[in-house]
């Protein structure tokens, strides 16, 4: 692209009228590249780090479609096909299309678990032109016959990684075959894993690759600290750490990172007793629940927000200055996305990860998958030298092991099971 703003991309009127509502002006790289090869009907395989737009970039050339070339709903069936991991990111997702679309004529609904599925099959009996949607529900709906996938003309794979992680491979292959062969179908991810590849490979007609940053790179904007201390020092550290930010002058929203349902649990109520507003989010939450915590959380009435790796995709809030890794996730993609949830569009941000001796593989699988040591932080009272060392000393023994820098580019894992309650 020749000149570099939003103005410069063959969009529709409409489209262009509500890019200037919102004062976008200059497109993101991923924005930049994605959205002329969308338009031309190209099929797209597009990574990029969290936070950089990867939804407009799809939901514009969609939306340019609809605005193109209109068509009448047929009943259950829909136009374009969004899959997300998460129901807080289709419910993102939902609300970005409203957005955009603000001055198109289209129609939408979201289809996704926690909540009764009268309203949705509702929605989709007279069909739309967008359906936004988790892998389980959406299935249940077109077993019992509310919901036809043979008319959708636009597929959207969102957050990629993320849906093979959390199992939903056998899903997104049963959607698949539901599908019709002449679509056009768009990849997203931040991360791009070979197994991600070799999906694609199955599912995109000569695609066009676009790739903005190495795929486990993390924000540069993010400072990045690693602390080295017992477990049992990990809870007043946090509450040390969630006082110093109360007192920052902006961003003084905190996600914590909790590896279990139990754990987050515990630790927003732990918290509570000590004078510190917090709540959890996981997958046990109803969808009520979620909602209302997070609508408390972006409002600043509830400051701290204990995570499992669920909100660590669909939750996009500006005011993010500090994510907390109490429990280091023990598959290191993970930690890329947790700590996305910071230094977003363009702001800077703070990551702090607590390691425990019995947490020092995970460290290292993580450092080796972003390509860098995290500086470690010893200013607090807790910090414990002998544990700093000892990581030390197996990283430059991993170093010697490995027969190349590029090895295998995978770090050991530990079993998924072991992490799945926590979603």
Not at 28 to 46: F, H
Request: proline letters at 6%; one cysteine or more; glycine letters at 8%.
């Amino acid at each position: 692209m020749t000149d570099p703003s939003f103005e410069a991309l063959p969009l529709a009127a409409p489209l262009h009228r509500v890019l200037r509502e919102l004062d976008y002006s200059v497109p993101s790289p991923i924005q930049a590249q994605a959205i002329p090869l969308l338009l031309q009907g190209r099929d797209l395989l597009g990574c990029a780090q969290t936070g950089t737009g990867k939804t407009a970039s799809f939901a514009l050339p969609i939306l340019q479609a609809i605005h193109d070339r209109p068509r009448a709903l047929q009943p259950r069936c829909c136009r374009t096909l969004v899959l997300t991991p998460t129901r807080e990111l289709a419910i993102q997702v939902g609300k970005s299309f409203a957005t955009y679309g603000k001055h198109i004529r289209f129609s939408q609904t979201l289809i996704y678990g926690g909540v009764g599925q009268v309203p949705q099959v509702n929605a989709m009996r007279q069909g739309v032109d967008l359906l936004v949607a988790t892998p389980g529900r959406l299935l249940d709906l077109i077993e019992q016959r509310h919901v036809d996938l043979s008319k959708v003309e636009f597929f959207v794979l969102d957050e990629v990684d993320r849906m093979l992680d959390m199992g939903f491979l056998r899903d997104v292959k049963k959607i698949v075959a539901l599908l019709p062969a002449q679509r056009q179908s768009l990849f997203f991810s931040a991360t791009l894993a070979p197994n991600i590849v070799d999906l694609a490979r199955t599912i995109l007609r000569d695609p066009a690759h676009v790739s903005i940053a190495p795929e486990t790179t993390t924000a540069e904007k993010i400072r990045q600290q690693v602390c080295f201390l017992n477990r049992e020092a990990k809870r007043p550290l946090l509450e040390q750490l969630l006082w110093e930010q109360s007192q920052a002058g902006a961003q003084k929203l905190t996600i914590v990172f909790s590896r279990t349902k139990h754990g987050a649990n515990k630790l927003a109520k732990g918290l509570c007793a000590s004078g510190i507003p917090a709540d959890a989010i996981h997958g046990n939450k109803s969808q009520a629940q979620r909602e209302k915590a997070l609508e408390r959380f972006k409002k600043g009435l509830t400051p701290v927000l204990v995570a499992t790796d669920v909100a660590a995709r669909g939750v996009d809030v500006k005011d993010v200055g500090l994510v907390v890794n109490f429990d280091l996730p023990n598959e290191p993609e993970a930690y890329v996305h947790r700590i996305g949830r910071t230094a977003r569009a363009g702001a800077e941000g703070r990551a702090v990860s607590f390691c425990s001796e019995e947490e020092l593989e995970f460290l290292r699988d993580i450092e080796k998958t972003i390509r860098m040591p995290i500086p470690r932080w010893d200013d607090h009272e807790w910090h414990l030298e002998t544990l700093a060392q000892q990581h030390g000393n197996g990283r430059r023994a991993q170093q010697m092991q490995s027969p190349s820098r590029n090895g295998s580019g995978q770090g050991r894992r530990r079993p998924r099971g072991s992490s799945r309650g926590g979603r």
